[in-house]
């Protein structure tokens, strides 16, 4: 299993909008408006890495209107 948190930077006046189509992909379980560095974070969760991998640049970094994505990998302690 694979998780990770997606911190996205949107242009402006389109983050509710670019939220709502990271809500629809699958492998993401929340997403949260955010104020600061960052407009949007989601939390994804997937089966493996190559999933993750796929649902990080095919399907998160390609909506419109993102202008940048920091992606935090998440590890068991």
């Known amino acids: 299993m694979a998780k990770a948190i997606i911190l996205i930077k949107s242009n402006p006046g389109v983050d509710r909008e670019v939220a709502g189509q990271v809500k629809k992909i699958e492998g993401v379980k929340n997403v949260y408006l955010a104020a600061g560095r960052f407009d949007i974070v989601a939390e994804v969760q997937t089966p493996d890495d ?7 640049y095919d399907k ?5 209107g993102i202008r940048d ?9």
Do not use: D, N, P, Q
Request: glycine share 4%; net charge positive; with cysteine.
């Open 60 to 64: 998160i970094r390609v909506i419109g």
């Open 50 to 56: 190559a999933s993750m991998l796929s649902v990080t």
């Open 69 to 77: 994505t920091h992606t935090m990998f998440c590890l068991k302690v």
